[in-house]
Nanobody, 124 residues
Framework: VQLQAYGGGLVQAGGSLRLSCAAS????????VGWFRQAPEKEREFVAA???????TLVDSVKGRFSITRDNAKNLVWLQMNNLKPEDTAVYYC???????????????????WGQGTLVTVSS
């Protein structure tokens, strides 16, 4: 499967963005999709994941502000980001795996396929 992340941009603090992850290939419904982000000079960190059954997992710092959803018919996963903060500034990556186990959702090593990243900049 190939993944493409898009939808990033510049937004003021308190604003919203919706990131999209488009997948090509078959059996998208069998993939767990995760979103990760990497700020300058920082490690790539987990943000959210959505399971095959559309159950979501979010890092504590974005709970209540971000949500992740999927449409298997369209091969799309969205990360809706509300009430954005300057500390959310990063390059956001989507990743996918059809073999990942639940305990590995938050780990970059659990995902085999990665999109190219989209930059989100939140100004204060």
């Amino acid at each position: 499967v190939q993944l493409q992340a898009y939808g990033g941009g510049l937004v003021q603090a308190g604003g919203s963005l919706r990131l999209s992850c488009a997948a090509s290939g078959r059996s998208f419904s069998s993939y767990v999709v995760g979103w990760f982000r990497q700020a300058p000079e920082k490690e790539r960190e987990f943000v959210a994941a959505i399971s095959r059954g559309a159950h979501s997992t979010l890092v504590d710092s974005v709970k209540g502000r971000f949500s992740i959803t999927r449409d298997n018919a369209k091969n799309l996963v969205w990360l809706q980001m509300n009430n954005l903060k300057p500390e959310d500034t990063a390059v956001y990556y989507c990743a996918g795996s059809n073999t990942i186990i639940t305990s590995s959702y938050r780990s970059t090593s659990g995902y085999r396929y990665w999109g190219q990243g989209t930059l989100v900049t939140v100004s204060s």
